[in-house]
Nanobody
């Protein structure tokens, strides 16, 4: 079992930045790829960014390319999402996800472990 705890959400003005963190625990010694998804009110959960176990490969949704950066620190079992130039439409609950597979995955069905989510609100 992998436990994921997100932090770093909050309220920010459009154009501002936030850095989300996701701390993973459990299954000591396991390797896993990670991803970030988000869900806005009344909308489906959508892919935001993903990173392979080795961090050698990343992938982003078109809506966030050039503004968001995913990274990871395997020594501390933490994945990050740096969000710059935030827009009102980025407002959502952001979820961290993990899979015991090692590559990058954009489909939520590929992830078996999920955090509880952290709210990001961008005001105009």
């Amino acid at each position: 079992q992998v436990q994921l705890v997100e932090s770093g959400g909050g309220l920010v003005q459009a154009g501002g930045s936030l850095r989300l963190s996701c701390a993973a625990s459990g299954r000591t010694g396991s390797r896993y790829a990670m991803g970030w998804f988000r869900q806005a009110p009344g909308k489906e959960r959508e892919f935001v960014a993903a990173i392979s176990w080795s961090a050698g490969r990343t992938d982003y949704a078109d809506a966030v390319k050039g503004r968001f950066t995913i990274s990871r620190d395997n020594a501390n079992n933490t994945v990050y999402l740096q969000m710059n130039s935030l827009k009102v439409e980025d407002t959502a609950v952001y979820y961290c996800a993990a899979t015991l597979k090692l590559w990058v995955y954009v489909d939520a069905k590929d992830y078996g472990y999920w955090g509880q989510g952290t709210q990001v609100t961008v005001s105009s």
